[in-house]
């Protein structure tokens, strides 16, 4: 049931991202004098709805999308003579409706970005001390001479305050060789580490994984590590005769000796213990487990908090969060387009962006970093509309800035042509993107199949 309501949750999120994008095209189409025939959240068959003058506003039976029906925005049949047809309106105001849909969509994220600012938001993350993993392939970091222990202070002049401020930062970074300032036992250093591309799909990662002291925070009910008596707060101290200054590196050991009994030595309450335990090798994940949880320590958790009190200031540094946002979407979409990110595993459509926003709801996320994710899913609609591809806003932007230009009417059948191959165009990749969707969240995010 929890399911379920999360789902549905994550579509009216969804529809909402929808919404603002058709309003933007509705609104100013109105004002454009260009009769709207239908305004429709979801595709299909209508389920729902009511008229108003010529406007027919429904509820499909797909809640996957949304559109815009206008008088004449067909070319192959529209009078383009008619000044309240789409293609019979001025090229500006045309190309104004097609903006409108992604223009609202980012007036959207900024509304978001700046309630959360008001509101006062919180961000909970750990303080960011690296440890060198044994990587398959090259571990660039460790060959730019970084160590385990090392603490992030700068990337590329950016400050970085959290661990999970680094992938975040270092994902636009990718096949190009960075600058990284460190700590290292209280001196700050510099050195360069090239960031390979396609580094979020490589198995190996960046070759790095967020330290951890080597303290026991809790022990799953029935697991090995239970049966023997480990207990919450134990320190480990050696594994086997290798000591042991990182729960990383308790981690590495039992994945590489899994298939054998291990000895682990812990410290509890100042006495040093031994205990015998023979990993569970775990299908699902593929691995060797014994059952315990890190504890991250209260001096390596780090808070950042921000609020302003005053609407207008929330506005305007709403604005610049909303920015930074929309240049991360672009700088995705350009990694992207350049294969420097694989496309099958990182692409998203509306059946996988629903399985994660359904997924943050169940895990109780913190509501503001729901919103943000809707800020940035209503970002990355915006500007995907804005390819210049038949049948998308971007393409009835740049027709409409070639007519303006020579000042002469498209051929209405050579632009029905060009729209029905981009339409049939894009179906072909909505049904790719559907099967993706289900093939990632099957093999990928759920690992049903190994």
Same mark, same amino acid.
């Given at each position: 049931?929890?399911?379920?309501i999360?789902?549905?949750?994550?579509?009216?999120?969804?529809?909402?991202?929808?919404?603002?994008?058709e309003?933007?095209?509705?609104?100013?189409?109105i004002?454009s004098?260009?009769?709207?025939?239908i305004?429709?959240?979801?595709? /299909?068959?209508?389920?729902?709805?009511?008229?108003?003058?010529?406007?027919?506003?429904r509820?499909s039976?797909?809640?996957?999308?949304?559109?815009?029906?206008?008088k004449?925005?067909?070319?192959?049949?529209?009078?383009?003579?008619?000044?309240?047809?789409?293609?019979?309106?001025?090229?500006?105001?045309?190309?104004?409706?097609?903006?409108s849909g992604p223009?609202?969509?980012?007036?959207?994220?900024?509304?978001?970005?700046?309630?959360?600012?008001?509101?006062?938001y919180?961000?909970? /993350?750990?303080?960011?001390?690296?440890?060198i993993?044994?990587?398959?392939?090259?571990n660039?970091f460790?060959?730019?001479?970084?160590?385990?222990?090392?603490?992030?202070?700068?990337?590329?002049?950016?400050?970085?305050?959290t661990?999970?401020?680094?992938?975040?930062?270092?994902?636009?970074?990718?096949?190009?060789?960075?600058?990284?300032?460190?700590e290292?036992?209280?001196?700050?250093?510099?050195?360069?580490v090239?960031?390979?591309k396609?580094?979020?799909?490589?198995?190996?990662?960046?070759?790095?994984?967020?330290?951890?002291?080597?303290?026991?925070?809790?022990?799953?009910?029935?697991?090995?590590?239970?049966?023997?008596?480990?207990?919450?707060?134990?320190?480990?101290?050696?594994?086997?005769?290798?000591?042991?200054?990182?729960?990383?590196k308790?981690?590495?050991?039992?994945?590489?000796?899994g298939?054998?009994?291990?000895?682990i030595?812990v410290?509890?309450?100042?006495?040093?213990?031994?205990?015998?335990?023979q990993?569970?090798?775990d299908?699902?994940?593929?691995?060797?487990?014994?059952?315990i949880?890190?504890?991250?320590?209260?001096?390596?958790?780090?808070?950042?908090e921000?609020?302003e009190?005053?609407?207008?200031?929330a506005f305007?540094?709403?604005?610049?969060?909303?920015?930074?946002?929309?240049?991360?979407?672009?700088?995705?979409?350009?990694?992207?387009?350049?294969g420097?990110?694989?496309?099958?595993?990182?692409?998203?459509?509306?059946?996988?962006?629903?399985?994660y926003?359904?997924?943050?709801i169940?895990?109780?996320?913190?509501?503001?970093?729901?919103?943000?994710?809707?800020?940035v899913?209503?970002?990355?609609?915006?500007?995907?509309?804005?390819?210049?591809?038949?049948?998308?806003?971007?393409?009835?932007?740049?027709?409409?800035?070639?007519?303006?230009?020579?000042?002469?009417?498209?051929?209405?059948?050579v632009?029905?042509?060009?729209?029905?191959?981009?339409?049939?165009?894009i179906?072909?990749?909505?049904?790719f993107?559907?099967?993706?969707?289900?093939?990632?969240?099957?093999?990928?995010?759920?690992?049903?199949?190994?």
């Amino acid at each position: 049931m929890e399911t379920l309501i999360s789902i549905i949750v994550a579509l009216l999120f969804l529809s909402l991202i929808v919404l603002v994008h058709e309003l933007g095209h509705f609104i100013v189409a109105i004002l454009s004098k260009v009769k709207v025939e239908i305004f429709s959240i979801g595709f /299909g068959p209508r389920i729902w709805g009511f008229k108003t003058g010529d406007v027919d506003f429904r509820i499909s039976a797909i809640p996957l999308g949304g559109y815009v029906k206008m008088k004449g925005d067909n070319p192959s049949d529209a009078n383009i003579e008619d000044p309240t047809s789409f293609y019979g309106t001025s090229p500006y105001k045309r190309a104004l409706i097609a903006l409108s849909g992604p223009l609202g969509n980012y007036l959207f994220a900024v509304i978001i970005s700046s309630i959360i600012l008001f509101t006062g938001y919180t961000i909970i /993350g750990v303080k960011p001390q690296i440890y060198i993993e044994k990587s398959k392939g090259i571990n660039y970091f460790s060959l730019a001479g970084l160590q385990t222990g090392d603490i992030i202070k700068k990337i590329n002049d950016k400050e970085i305050k959290t661990y999970q401020q680094i992938e975040a930062t270092l994902v636009y970074l990718m096949d190009q060789n960075v600058e990284i300032i460190f700590e290292r036992n209280g001196k700050e250093m510099t050195n360069k580490v090239y960031i390979p591309k396609n580094f979020i799909n490589l198995e190996g990662g960046l070759g790095i994984s967020m330290f951890i002291p080597p303290i026991i925070g809790d022990v799953i009910k029935g697991s090995p590590a239970e049966e023997i008596g480990l207990k919450s707060n134990d320190v480990i101290l050696k594994i086997n005769d290798t000591k042991v200054s990182s729960f990383n590196k308790v981690s590495e050991i039992i994945r590489e000796n899994g298939k054998n009994e291990i000895k682990i030595t812990v410290l509890r309450e100042g006495k040093e213990l031994t205990f015998s335990v023979q990993p569970k090798f775990d299908e699902k994940n593929n691995r060797f487990y014994i059952g315990i949880v890190p504890k991250i320590p209260e001096e390596m958790t780090v808070v950042i908090e921000e609020k302003e009190g005053n609407i207008l200031s929330a506005f305007v540094k709403g604005f610049g969060f909303a920015n930074q946002k929309l240049i991360e979407v672009i700088n995705g979409m350009r990694l992207l387009f350049t294969g420097k990110i694989d496309f099958q595993s990182s692409v998203a459509g509306p059946i996988r962006i629903v399985y994660y926003m359904s997924n943050f709801i169940q895990s109780k996320i913190a509501l503001q970093n729901l919103l943000i994710l809707v800020a940035v899913i209503s970002m990355a609609i915006g500007i995907f509309n804005l390819i210049p591809f038949p049948g998308l806003d971007g393409w009835h932007i740049v027709i409409s800035g070639i007519e303006a230009a020579t000042r002469k009417k498209p051929s209405p059948a050579v632009i029905g042509v060009i729209e029905t191959i981009g339409f049939i165009a894009i179906i072909i990749l909505s049904i790719f993107i559907i099967f993706n969707d289900i093939f990632n969240i099957i093999f990928r995010d759920l690992r049903l199949f190994k």
